[in-house]
């Protein structure tokens, strides 16, 4: 039965830009948050891909639609949980650090990094794609402190199989790519 690589992350991160890479597949994108609401899902060969629909501050959106959303993803990775071949966790990782600064000074903990660890205990094989490394002038200081947040000691590089730098709306996803090969060739053998 073909297994899942599943896309999630706050809203704009550029998930569904990241899809189309991966997939060759047409999908809404826009500049707004909440342009997709449902999952999509493509079959690639041996694997699905999904595309999740986005959580987190959606504006014009009321904030029971907001948790309706962020409640069926967090359902949908506990019951699909042994179908997910890789949960691909894409971040902004241009505004990453200065977004868990202002929660951490709140003595409060960013969404992303709550996502990152419900993914690993579930036991899920987890991949960070640091989306927009286009923006970011020092990439391997940002990278290390981006790992740091996320409980990884840096230097970034020793994660290699699990930090992908990819900026997608240019489509510079290769390390993001060499990671999905890795682990479906791992998977079929």
Known sequence: MPKEIVLIG??????????????????????????????????????????????GFMRNFPGQEQERIKDFILDYFEQNQDDILLAIHVIDASSFSNIAERWGCRGEVTIEIELFDFLNNLGLDVVLAANKMDRIANPDDALDAIVEKLGMLPPWKQWLDRVAPISAKFGEIEPLKKIINSKLQSFHN
């Open 10 to 55: 706050r809203s704009n991160v550029g998930k569904s830009t990241l899809f189309r890479e991966l997939t060759g597949k047409k999908v809404r994108i826009g500049r707004r948050p909440g342009i997709t609401r449902e999952p999509m899902k493509v079959k690639m060969g041996n694997a699905f891909y999904v595309d999740m629909p986005g959580f």
